[in-house]
């Protein structure tokens, strides 16, 4: 079934905002019932993983469920979006995040409008950034090629190891980015880092791209496989 743009916009936007909303919310959460800043993370880390497994699954027949400009911008390049519907998604995608983080704030009574204080910069930062995002493109693009129906689960899967294995916690999408400057909480970023953190994580979606093609290139995809079946 082939849905309308404005379809596939409110997919990406909402998909994104319940994302944010997610990843903000639970931090606060966490950061309210502990002062052990590794329990924290982790009641940060296992609603992320839960919440894009489900947001993929149900967005996912609608807007392929990218909630992310990174890979956006990668399906575009292999043909997989149109040229045409790339802005879009992203300013969908920017707008949900920035939307997620409002409401977690209305949820826990905070100030619906902040920035963050929070500082992430340097090469360490940046360089988990764009591993991170590295890592989460091959994952979508290795289990779209061999194991589409699982895209869901490896994706949450990734994100939850993403969160403890990298220096920056994996935001690996730049609307994510974008949106976590808007709170002033446990998954805050200063807005001032955000461009280096773009920045990267595209790099690291091309580099993952580049070798996806690389390594994917002469084997059968899911389809194919399915029909040989």
């Known amino acids: 079934m082939s849905y309308s743009l404005t379809n596939r916009l409110t997919a ?45 699954t149900i967005f996912g027949p609608i807007s392929g469920a990218h909630f992310n400009p990174a890979v956006s911008l990668v399906m575009a390049i292999r043909g997989d979006l149109t040229w045409g519907c790339l ?78 294995f990298t220096a920056s916690t994996s935001f690996a999408n730049p609307a994510v980015t974008i949106g976590r400057a808007f709170t002033d909480t446990f998954a805050g970023i200063n807005p001032a880092d955000v461009p280096a953190f773009i920045v990267v994580q595209i790099i690291g979606a091309l580099v993952a791209m580049g070798v996806a093609g690389l390594l994917f290139s002469d084997a059968p995809d899911a389809d194919a496989k399915a029909q040989k079946a």
């Not at 909303?21 to 993370?41: E, N, R």
């Not at 707008?95 to 826990?108: D, E, K, P, R, W």
């Not at 988990?128 to 949450?156: N, P």
């Open 87 to 164: 802005a879009p998604y992203v300013m969908a995608q920017s707008f949900g995040a920035i939307l997620g983080s409002l409401v977690a704030h209305g949820m826990f009574d905070l100030a619906i409008l902040q920035t963050s204080t929070t500082v992430r910069t340097g090469g360490a930062q940046w360089f988990a950034e764009a591993v991170a995002t590295f890592g989460l493109l091959l994952t979508i693009l290795g289990t779209i090629r061999f194991r589409i129906e699982s895209v869901a689960v490896m994706v949450g899967l990734y994100i939850t190891a993403a969160y403890w």
């Open 12 to 56: 990406e936007a909402l998909g994104t905002a319940l994302l944010v909303c997610t990843v903000v919310g639970s931090g606060i959460m966490a950061d309210k019932l502990t002062q052990d800043v590794a329990l924290a993370l982790l009641g940060n880390t296992i609603p992320t993983g839960a919440i894009l497994v489900v947001l993929i």
